[in-house]
């Protein structure tokens, strides 16, 4: 971690923006692991319709193209029996579960976009193997796959690391703002999207 966005689709009101700009530190939960607190500095505030940059890759868009950052967690347990059973052991069966579970939180999260859901496609994003793979931006293009991201917290109810993950790029009909947070664990950096890196 290197930056922290936060946001709020309503704003921020006069208190709220000065509970942030006095945020200097964030401590640790484990202070007896002997962590130092993590030191803050505010660069900016602004709206989102102030961002306009075509060069800069943001969650903010908008763009028509959005592809995984981090794994898309399922907000519910895929069935092992009965009507709505699926295979987990086969890669397509999990694909399909996962993307009909994207397309209800997009329609949820995002109602604002559910007109758009007749031509927008999300396809899986997967190797040779089959497997999910999530391309990284950076300075060295490289693909992770969800397994190797933390998918739980250290919660003893924290059930993400056994539910369905995966990775998508999501094509709306014309550009859409972010952000694209969607999934278990939004909230804690999963399910994230950008818009899509232009390959050179």
């Known amino acids: 971690l290197d930056h922290l966005t936060i946001y709020a689709a309503a ?3 006069p208190d709220e923006q000065r509970a942030i700009e006095r945020l200097a530190t964030v401590n640790s939960s484990h202070d007896r692991d002997g962590r130092h607190p993590l030191r803050t500095v505010l660069l900016g505030t602004w709206c989102t319709g102030d961002l306009h940059d075509g060069r800069l890759i943001h969650p903010f868009g908008p763009a028509s193209v959005w592809e995984s950052v981090t794994p898309y967690l399922a907000t519910r347990h895929a069935k092992a029996r009965g ?14 579960f996962l993307v009909a579970n994207l397309l209800e939180q997009l329609r949820c999260v995002r109602p604002h976009v559910a007109d758009l859901m007749a031509q927008t496609t999300i396809e899986p994003l997967i190797d040779r193997e089959g497997a999910f793979v999530i391309r990284t931006a950076g300075e060295s293009l490289r693909t992770l796959r969800p397994l190797q991201f933390k998918r739980c917290r250290s919660k003893t109810t924290d059930d993400g690391g056994r539910r369905l993950a995966g990775a998508f790029r999501i094509t709306f009909p014309h550009p859409v703002r972010g952000p694209i947070a969607l999934g278990h664990s939004a909230h804690f950096g999963l399910g994230l999207f950008l818009p899509r890196v232009p390959t050179t």
């Open 83 to 96: 009507r709505e059973r699926i295979d987990p052991s086969d890669p397509s069966a999990r694909a399909r």
């Open 11 to 13: 704003g921020f009101g």
